[in-house]
């Protein structure tokens, strides 16, 4: 046996098997044990044995191989934006109903993004001849991209009535497909960019229905007046959200979505053809350093606007003004300012008495954006989401961004 000890002493650094393979009967491995009986492992089985250190070897190899294996397949989960909305439903923040309805969204902006990126090849640039309700020369991809959301709306068997920038009235969709949400949207926000290949953007908003106002909505593809403004009553204004959402068509494809519960990100890997959860709870910098102002139109600004737009300017005490970033897109522009901080602005002038954006299909679903992420929307004396709408296509200021900068122009228009 002492022979025996100083040849395991000398073969310590052979650890694999080798007990097994030269000297079986020092350290035999346990019996199975029955289902019933627990036995301690192998390592603390071969304690008691000279070989010991052999097999407890072997054991810490083997459960580190596991932990890397189990890392290194972790490190390959994705959560798409259907698993995302799934367990939404399964926590109860929303219904199935809805889930089909932003699914339905998400397919649109697919389409939508893949027209955008091919816009050039497949002669989608330049005007229509058209012209929409706002009086404003539709191009080719507004009218295309106002088609596939529409359409994928209307499939999805979800919404009672859609709402869009390029359409003059509501459309009530067919009673065969008819279902419960109300559904607002500029389908291609920032289309004068196309042709220069510039950041362009698609903003929803969802609102649930009255009943009783939707009870006497007839089969009509479009709505009379006494329907329309029955519409306008029952989006009333932007606080009664039930979510809300843009999809900017950048370098990359990114959906910003809000279920009322915090502000979720979502980049399009084109690899697998689906949105993939890449940010959560965004929050905007209470205060930002970034401006983003059209001061083409300074001279049709008030004054006290005009006065706010220099102490911007001004570098004081610090050194260093404010920094001006205008793209001209509603989306590309929030977007940088959501993650950066700063504010945005398109204020009225005396060209556009009541400003340009539209309140349904675009400040309201961005102030709910914002706000959900720490951020304000104003109209530069009241918050954007309390202003209740008149009409389908009104218009009003819009300022926002962190809560900071809104309240500091608040205070120079007050």
């Known amino acids: ?30 019996v199975p044990p029955s289902s019933s009986t627990l036995l301690p492992s192998r390592a603390a089985y071969c304690r008691h ?14 459960t580190e191989a596991s932990t890397t294996s189990a890392a290194a397949k972790s490190s390959y989960e994705l959560v798409t934006l259907t698993t995302w909305l799934l367990k939404q439903e399964q926590a109860g923040t929303i219904d199935a109903e809805l ?37 404003e020369d539709q191009k080719k991809l507004d009218v295309v991209s106002n088609e596939v959301f529409s359409n994928c709306l209307k499939s999805s068997g979800r919404t009672g009535i859609i709402a869009s920038e390029e359409e003059d009235v509501p459309v009530a969709v067919e009673e065969s497909y008819s ?6 949207f500029d389908p291609l926000d920032g289309s004068s960019n196309i042709d220069a ?43 009664n959200l039930l979510a ?10 990114i959906f910003v979505l809000t279920l009322g519960k915090g502000v979720y990100v979502f980049t399009l890997d084109p690899m697998y053809g ?32 005009k006065q706010y737009m220099d102490s911007l300017k001004d570098p004081g005490p610090s050194g260093k003004p404010y920094s001006a970033r205008y793209i001209g897109s509603l989306v590309g522009d929030f977007h940088r300012t959501l993650l950066y901080g700063g504010i945005y602005g398109y204020p009225r002038d005396k060209k556009s008495k009541n400003g340009k954006l539209r309140l349904l299909y675009e400040c309201a679903p961005m102030s709910f954006i914002v706000e959900q992420a720490g951020g304000k929307g104003s109209d530069g004396h009241q918050r954007i989401l309390d202003i209740e709408p008149q009409e389908i296509h009104q218009r009003v200021p819009l300022f926002i961004g962190s809560v900071e900068e809104v309240e500091k122009l608040e205070k120079f228009l007050a």
């Open 1 to 30: 046996m002492a022979r025996t000890a100083a040849t395991v002493a000398a073969a310590s650094s052979q650890l694999l098997f080798s007990c097994q393979r030269q000297r079986p009967s020092l350290c035999p491995l346990p």
């Open 197 to 239: 290949a510039v950041s362009t953007g698609s903003i929803f908003g969802i609102y649930s229905p009255n009943d009783e106002c939707l009870a006497d909505i007839s089969d009509d593809s479009t709505l009379d007046s006494a329907e329309q403004k029955c519409v306008v009553n029952v989006c009333q204004p932007g606080s």
């Open 99 to 135: 889930t089909i309805v932003l699914s339905s969204i998400s397919m649109a902006c697919k389409q939508i993004a893949s027209l955008v990126q091919r816009a050039g090849i497949s002669n989608l640039t330049g005007i229509q001849g058209a012209v929409n309700v706002q009086g």
């Open 274 to 305: 689906e949105f993939v959860l890449t940010q959560e709870q965004v929050q905007i910098p209470k205060a930002g350093k970034i401006y983003a102002f059209n001061e083409g139109n300074y001279q049709l600004w008030d004054d006290k606007l």
């Open 244 to 253: 809300a959402g843009y999809c900017m068509y950048s370098s990359s494809v």
């Open 49 to 62: 044995t000279a070989r010991a250190v052999r097999c407890m070897a072997v054991d810490a190899t083997v």
């Open 179 to 184: 279902g419960n949400y109300i559904v607002v």
